[in-house]
């Protein structure tokens, strides 16, 4: 269930879905806490270096 979680996780940084990593950990059911460090752990870099990647990546596409 874990690595399932995070590994949703990394696609929702990837898309850009959320402005903060606390939301993700949120939408994946983890706290921020916990979760900041099994992504660290799982995926070998912080959660928040994937999060500006997806933001790089022009994710956020809400709207006007």
Known sequence: LREHRLA???EILQRGE???V???AAA????PAHF????AQYHGRP????????EAR???ERGS
């Open 18 to 20: 959320f402005a903060t």
């Open 28 to 31: 994946v059911g983890m706290s």
């Open 47 to 54: 959660p928040s270096e994937d999060l500006l990647r997806g």
């Open 58 to 60: 022009g994710g956020d």
């Open 36 to 39: 900041s460090r099994a992504y």
């Open 8 to 10: 949703r996780a990394l």
């Open 22 to 24: 606390a939301e993700v």
